[in-house]
């Protein structure tokens, strides 16, 4: 597993670039642009299971989902960060992406440390030391817990 | 205890007497903006919407702006399947290319008005807050959701009040304040808040309110606000909309609100956003002299006609600087032909300006005025972020229209007081 850590204010034009807004939507078109403009090296080594460590403001600006679908794609497990941008955040639930918002946590990481997640508990390990982070309430559980917001849709649909 | 604009709002549309912060809530919105993302909206959903059809005819809100003249086979067939969706489904609220940027359209026909509530897919659907409305930006899959189902959940923001005391001094606008208060309490400082301007706002217009409001994401804001008084009320009144047709909802009194800020605007100067985050914030004064290749005078923040009256006002007469492509995007073709009228649309292709068509232009780098490596671009956009504008090697500047129309002048950043009457 692989921790990819970046500063404040990374935002959707860094973690996929706007030219592509309108080209490129699904998952196979999102995966080689992610993070092209921040970290060219991002799409090509990323792997299943890895984490981002982010900063201040994480995903902030447009409200395209890009980034989100891509992330999801490529198999990050989770971003962690100081806090996040309230699109990017509604995002990440839609699409049943795990996000972490522990301030804590994000600054206590130094290279080589490893993160363990505890998601039902609240809890985040980094390295040895252990932080809680609130955990989101239940009817949002329900949406992430239902494979992303379509999916929940789509049975409310169903039993309507 | 009373509640906020925030609290009220959306009290009123999840039918409770009373919400708090942090409570979530369901409700159903008067409108759904999306624009060219439609497309991909629909696509996501097409054997749902076999099946159910859309929530109702009347919830979507459809502009197509984003990359208009479809600059590809791919956004061509995008807006191609966007109109026969339209057809199919009796979509009410359909703007096709050429009417504007969908929330100057938003505005100018009527449909965010005051006391509604809309969500939209873009981020600066924010914007509605200038005529008292509630408003905030969603992510595509939201969008689809809604379009199926015209119910989404909300949590209550906290909300942060802001003074604005005195008045802002000759050459410095509505852009500048906004700029001044991201500057100061940064990118995230609004982080999902709601946030009420309160104190000397009749010097400012619904164009200027619009400003403000637009960038009210900028920092991190769900929604932004200015309360219905006589200038909202005659500006409605001047697109038709008459006073039975909307409820203005107001803050109780004695509402409990999460920050207060104070800003004193005669203290206020120019200032220019520089690369590559908005809260980047200097004065004009310490950037002036900088090298420009091109400016960009129009978009959503700054596209309507008092906009393009200022910067017309300082080109009149005048040829823009040899090393400067300087571009005009009117927010709307109502604001093209009114420019036009004006006799503005002659000063600026007199000055050898460029006109856009109504639409978002080069503003998120999708066409029509990208940027090389190597260049700087002043503009009167919401963002500057590193590769907004197609080139992560360029650099963009962020700043009033009378900054801007000044620099075009010059080459240089360079201070609209030094050139405006």
């Known amino acids: 597993m692989r921790i990819w850590r970046y500063g404040d204010n990374v935002n959707t034009d860094q973690l996929f670039p706007g030219k592509y807004t309108y080209t490129c939507s699904t998952a196979e078109e999102i995966k080689p642009h992610l993070l092209e403009d921040l970290d060219p090296d991002f799409a090509k080594k990323v792997q299943q299971g890895d984490i981002i460590l982010g900063g201040k403001n994480f995903g902030c600006g447009s409200s395209r989902e890009q980034p989100v679908v891509g992330l999801k794609a490529v198999g990050i497990k989770a971003v962690v960060a100081e806090s996040f941008a309230r699109i990017f955040y509604r995002s990440a639930i839609n699409q049943g992406l795990i996000l972490i918002e522990c301030p804590e946590a994000a600054k206590s990481y130094s290279g080589g440390d490893e993160i363990n997640l505890y998601v039902d508990k609240g809890e985040i390990k980094v390295g040895d030391r252990v932080f809680a982070f609130p955990k989101l309430p239940e009817e949002i559980i329900a949406i992430r817990d239902a494979g992303g917001l379509l999916n929940y849709t789509r049975e409310r649909l169903k039993n309507r | ?421």
């Open chain 2, 1 to 421: 205890m009373g509640m906020t604009f925030a609290e009220k709002i959306l009290a009123k549309y999840a039918n409770q007497k009373k919400v708090v912060p942090s409570q979530i809530v369901t409700v159903h919105p008067d409108h759904l903006l999306t624009h060219d993302n439609t497309a991909a909206i629909i696509s996501k959903i097409n054997p749902e919407l076999e099946e159910y059809g859309v929530f109702s005819k009347k919830l979507p809100v459809i502009v197509l702006d984003h990359v208009i003249p479809a600059a590809s086979e791919k956004t061509a067939t995008n807006h191609k399947n966007i109109r026969e969706f339209v057809k199919r489904f009796g979509i009410k609220n359909f703007f096709d290319i050429g009417v504007g940027v969908c929330h100057q359209v938003v505005v100018e026909k009527g449909l965010g008005l005051p006391g509604k509530l809309l969500l939209g897919s873009d981020s600066h659907t924010c914007s509605y807050g200038a005529v008292g409305a509630f408003s905030s930006g969603i992510d595509r899959t939201e969008a689809a959701s809604l379009m199926l189902t015209g119910e989404t959940w909300l949590k209550v923001p906290n909300t942060i009040k802001i003074n604005l005391r005195g008045k802002l001094s000759r050459g410095v606008y509505a852009k500048d304040l906004i700029l001044h208060i991201i500057g100061d309490i940064s990118a995230s400082g609004a982080n999902y808040c709601s946030v009420e301007y309160y104190g000397d706002v009749k010097q400012f217009s619904v164009d200027d309110r619009f400003t403000v409001c637009n960038m009210g994401v900028e920092m991190g804001a769900k929604n932004s606000v200015f309360f219905v008084d006589d200038i909202t009320r005659s500006y409605l009144k001047s697109i038709g909309i008459k006073h039975s047709d909307y409820d203005a909802v107001y803050p109780d009194k004695d509402a409990s609100y999460f920050k207060e800020l104070n800003y004193k605007l005669d203290d206020i100067v120019p200032v220019v956003a520089c690369p590559h985050t908005v809260d980047n914030v200097k004065t004009v004064t310490e950037m002036e002299g900088l090298d420009i290749q091109q400016c960009l005078i129009g978009t959503c923040t700054n596209g309507r006609v008092s906009d393009l009256k200022i910067a017309a006002d300082i080109l009149k007469d005048k040829k823009v600087h040899p090393n400067v492509r300087l571009l005009i995007l009117p927010a709307s073709k109502t604001i093209y032909k009114d420019a036009l009228n004006e006799g503005l649309i002659d000063v600026f292709i007199d000055a050898d300006a460029v006109i856009l068509p109504p639409g978002c232009g080069p503003c998120l780098g999708a066409h029509q005025g990208c940027l090389a490596p190597g260049e700087r671009c002043l503009s009167t956009a919401n963002r500057n972020f590193k590769g907004r504008m197609g080139c992560k090697d360029a650099e963009i500047y962020l700043a009033s229209p009378a900054t801007v129309a000044a620099t075009a002048l010059t080459g240089k950043i360079t201070d609209p007081r030094k050139v405006i009457n």
